[in-house]
T-cell receptor, first 114, second 114 residues
Framework: AQSVTQPDIHITVSEGASLELRCNYSYGATPYLFWYVQSPGQGLQLLLKYFSGDTLVQGIKGFEAEFKRSQSSFNLRKPSVHWSDAAEYFCAVGASGGYQKVTFGIGTKLQVIP | EAGVTQFPSHSVIEKGQTVTLRCDPISGHDNLYWYRRVMGKEIKFLLHFVKESKQDESGMPNNRFLAERTGGTYSTLKVQPAELEDSGVYFC????????????FGQGTRLTVV
């Protein structure tokens, strides 16, 4: 069965600092991987996805993630965090086709301090 | 273009009562998904519609939950009778049937059973 682990439930970073959110997955085949963000009062918004090809994926809002098969990881990064990035971030893994029974991680809440 | 819309945004009901959640997907999206997040837990898949047909309902917790998608347009999720453990945020998502197409999520319905 597929699963996702986000080891950090809460992270606090200073505005302007770099950010890395960790995600490890378990899946028997080539995974379809996603990062979603949920800002307060909003729905889930797709930041980026990996289906195949280049293992470094660029997303919206200046985010990127790198797929590392050997480590079963798909960590999300941003070089300089803005106060508006404060939100909850979800890593997810899906089967072929991308969205069939997507499995989400527990989420990481990001707090940005001045 | 309107996004995925969910009604109501919040619902507080007593144990034993019935509640119906509604999801209006993006027009033309054949695929509609329901997910649920219980407080402090992962977002979990409930079921998947393709048009009006249930493609996969393996995530439905029990027979107190009934999902329908009339005419392949909007969907409802009824909980009858509601129990305390049904509390959580219910998300709906829709996507077109295209390889790699993104799923768009609604804002969610926060259900509290007291």
């Amino acid at each position: 069965a597929q699963s996702v682990t986000q080891p950090d439930i809460h992270i606090t970073v200073s505005e302007g600092a770099s950010l890395e959110l960790r995600c490890n997955y378990s899946y028997g085949a080539t995974p379809y991987l996603f990062w979603y963000v949920q800002s307060p009062g909003q729905g889930l918004q797709l930041l980026l996805k990996y289906f195949s090809g280049d293992t470094l994926v660029q997303g919206i809002k200046g985010f990127e993630a790198e797929f590392k098969r050997s480590q079963s990881s798909f960590n999300l990064r941003k070089p300089s965090v803005h106060w508006s990035d404060a939100a909850e971030y979800f890593c997810a893994v899906g089967a072929s086709g991308g969205y069939q029974k997507v499995t989400f991680g527990i989420g990481t809440k990001l707090q940005v301090i001045p | 273009e309107a996004g995925v819309t969910q009604f109501p945004s919040h619902s507080v009901i007593e144990k034993g009562q019935t509640v119906t959640l509604r999801c209006d997907p993006i027009s033309g999206h054949d695929n509609l998904y329901w997910y649920r997040r219980v407080m402090g837990k992962e977002i979990k898949f409930l079921l998947h519609f393709v048009k009006e047909s249930k493609q996969d309902e393996s995530g439905m917790p029990n027979n107190r939950f009934l999902a329908e998608r009339t005419g392949g347009t909007y969907s409802t999720l009824k909980v009858q009778p509601a129990e305390l453990e049904d509390s959580g945020v219910y998300f709906c998502a829709s996507r077109p049937t295209l390889e790699g197409a993104e799923a768009f999520f609604g804002q969610g319905t926060r259900l509290t059973v007291v």
